[in-house]
């Protein structure tokens, strides 16, 4: 069976060139669309999942599913991060639903942890810490 060649398309090369300017954070289908309409150029939500889909199959993207009731983010990583292996972990506020990276050498040992002591390999796309961020701790904290 043969692959079939992914096609460059305009539409393709000016996503990869916005989500390379937001390279390291979380953005959501709806931020693409989002960005498309601002810039003007029409664009379908199905292209942009479609695309979004085929480029976290080339390995050009992550994808995170954080919950049920979140859409999924996706991430561009520069090659060389994609070569090294490199993860994050993830912190979801329970107040406001804010998203944090958390690239902390703690928690790789943590994973490692786990390996070692407990034979469980922990997946870093689907681990979520869930808690309360600065901000709303900050803001709660004021209220009482």
Do not use: W
Request: aromatic share 8%; glycine share 6%.
């Amino acid at each position: 069976m043969t692959i079939k060649p992914k096609y460059k398309t305009k539409q393709r090369e000016e996503l990869i060139s916005y989500l390379e300017t937001v390279a390291g954070e979380h953005v959501t289908a709806g931020d693409v669309c989002e960005y498309f309409r601002a810039k003007g150029k029409s664009v379908s939500q199905a292209t942009v999942y479609r695309q979004l889909e085929s480029l976290v199959d080339d390995g050009i993207i992550n994808k995170y599913i954080v919950d049920a009731n979140s859409p999924a983010c996706f991430e561009y990583m520069h090659a060389e991060d994609h070569a090294c292996g490199n993860v994050c972990y993830h912190c979801k506020c329970e107040k406001c639903g804010k998203l944090i990276h958390m690239h902390c050498e703690e928690m790789t040992e943590m994973a490692e942890h786990l390996v070692k002591e407990h034979g469980f390999i922990l997946n870093p796309k689907r681990t979520v810490l869930y808690g309360i961020c600065e901000e709303c701790y900050r803001k709660e904290s004021e209220e009482n």
